[in-house]
């Protein structure tokens, strides 16, 4: 009967939410034009600085406001897509995360 537990748990434990970690950049607008941010535990970086310490992520929306403005992402196919502002709609792909190796 153990193993009937053990199923059992794994069918209600809820599903890990997807890492959104990382630099995210705007695609198809040109390069000198992409918007970027980068998203961490400790909270969302413009440019390299700490915009703000606190965002919302339920695994399907990312949301955080940058001054008076909130952002609104909607998390589809590994890309995050701008919902609000809403000037036009943009997708953002996160960048390849390169590691160097020291020995």
């Given at each position: 009967?153990?193993?009937?537990?053990?199923?059992?748990?794994k069918m209600f434990?809820?599903?890990?939410?997807?890492?959104?970690?990382?630099?995210?950049?705007?695609?198809?607008?040109?390069?000198?034009?992409?918007?970027?941010?980068?998203?961490?535990?400790s909270g969302i970086?413009?440019?390299?600085?700490?915009?703000?310490?606190?965002?919302?992520?339920?695994?399907?929306?990312?949301?955080?406001?940058?001054?008076?403005?909130?952002?609104?992402?909607?998390?589809?196919?590994?890309?995050?897509?701008?919902?609000?502002?809403?000037?036009?709609?943009?997708?953002?792909?996160?960048?390849?995360?390169?590691?160097?190796?020291?020995?």
């Amino acid at each position: 009967m153990v193993f009937g537990v053990e199923l059992e748990q794994k069918m209600f434990q809820p599903e890990p939410l997807p890492d959104i970690f990382g630099v995210w950049t705007e695609q198809e607008v040109a390069p000198y034009a992409a918007d970027s941010f980068e998203v961490r535990p400790s909270g969302i970086f413009v440019d390299g600085r700490q915009v703000n310490t606190h965002y919302q992520w339920d695994g399907h929306v990312l949301e955080y406001t940058l001054g008076e403005q909130t952002y609104t992402y909607t998390f589809l196919a590994d890309q995050l897509i701008r919902q609000r502002p809403a000037h036009y709609t943009s997708a953002f792909s996160r960048q390849a995360l390169m590691l160097r190796h020291t020995l």
